[in-house]
Structure formats: structure tokens, C-alpha cells
């Protein structure tokens, strides 16, 4: 099975595709590659890690979350996909979710990168999607559009996708894009067996 992830999804004027094959481990390979990428890192089948405290809190209405990534997505010219898919891997959309780290928010923000996105209130929804997407598509472009390498950016952090030359090999980060690009490829399932 093939996939195809148009630049589109992160800018309406790249005309780049990406082709993704979903081998028979369940990992998805890259097998069109970027010209400064090396091969791409199978991501190992392994449970991530889990948010600390988002039970424990009352969660926003999804539909109001969902507004907020819908403006944000439209704001940075990146598909709501994309940020939707981060958002609900990040926190399952709890806007008071605190990982051990110390991330916060429906996006996950560290606090160094909330400020220096302007982010004052990390639980604000409006105020933290709007960071993540944002964030989101800093690393978007500093990676050529590629959603795989973003997505590892946004988790592990720009510096170690760029130590590693791809995915970096940490299993947290590996089994994050994996789990976001699944939901992607089951959203554009869904949306092309409908059409």
C-alpha cells in the first residue's frame, strides 16, 4: 500500500510529494526521499509515552478545540489534518495536560518555546494551538515540507533530527510519527472511500 503526502498539507504553494509505503511490519518507509535526507529510520511498534495528569482534569468540549486548530491550521497555511492529529496525539485535546517533561497544554508547549512563541497562558486553548501550529510550521519549512521529519522535530526537537540526519532513534519519538501518520493516512482513507 502507498501514500502519497503532498506539500500541500503544509503550504498551499509547494507542489512537493512525499510517498510513503506501508511495509508489512506495520512502519511506514519513505520511498521518495528528499536530496539531503538519508534513509529513513523504520519506527519500531512500541507504546508511547503517556501524558501525566489529563485524567485528572476536566477537558475542554472537543468542538471548541477543534475551532481553535481550524483558525490556527488557516493562520499558518497547514492542513487542520495535521495540526488536529498532533494535538490529539500531544494531549487527547486537554487543554491542562502537563507531561513529566514538563510540556503544557492542548499542544504540548515547553515553556522556553511558549515564550518565544508569545504564548502567555499555556492552557489558554486559543493561545496554545495557535503556538503549536505555529511552531509546527517553523519546522515544516526548516525541513523541506517533509511531515515525517516535522513531526520528529516537534518532538524530539529540530537539533536532534538534524544530529540524526532523519528520524531520531528514540522510541518515543519513532512510535509519535508513526502513531500521527497512521491517523493521517486513516483521515485521507476515510475522506477518498467517501468521495
Not at 509515552?49 to 468542538?63: F, R
Amino acid at each position: 500500500m502507498v501514500f502519497v503526502f503532498c506539500g500541500a498539507l503544509a503550504t498551499p504553494n509547494a507542489a512537493q510529494a512525499e510517498v510513503f509505503e506501508l511495509a508489512s511490519n506495520g512502519n511506514f518507509v519513505q520511498i521518495s526521499r528528499p536530496a539531503w535526507k538519508p534513509e529513513p529510520v523504520l519506527v519500531p511498534d512500541y507504546v508511547g509515552a503517556e501524558i501525566v495528569e489529563p485524567s485528572q482534569m476536566p477537558t475542554m468540549p472537543t468542538g471548541t478545540v477543534r475551532q481553535h486548530i481550524q483558525h490556527a491550521a488557516a493562520k499558518y497555511g497547514i492542513s487542520s489534518d495535521l495540526v488536529d492529529a498532533v494535538a490529539w496525539q500531544e494531549s487527547r485535546y486537554n487543554p491542562r495536560a502537563r507531561s513529566s517533561a514538563g510540556a503544557m497544554g492542548v499542544m504540548q508547549l515547553m515553556p522556553a518555546t511558549a515564550r518565544m512563541l508569545g504564548v502567555t497562558n499555556p492552557h489558554d486553548v486559543r493561545q496554545n494551538v495557535s503556538g503549536g501550529a505555529a511552531y509546527l510550521r517553523a519546522q515544516l519549512e526548516r525541513f523541506g515540507n517533509n511531515v515525517p521529519l516535522a513531526l520528529a522535530a516537534y518532538n524530539a526537537g529540530p537539533g536532534a533530527v538534524m544530529k540524526y540526519g532523519g528520524i531520531p532513534p528514540y522510541r518515543e519519538t519513532q512510535n509519535y510519527v508513526r502513531q500521527i501518520m497512521r491517523r493521517l493516512s486513516a483521515i485521507s482513507l476515510q475522506r477518498n472511500t467517501y468521495e
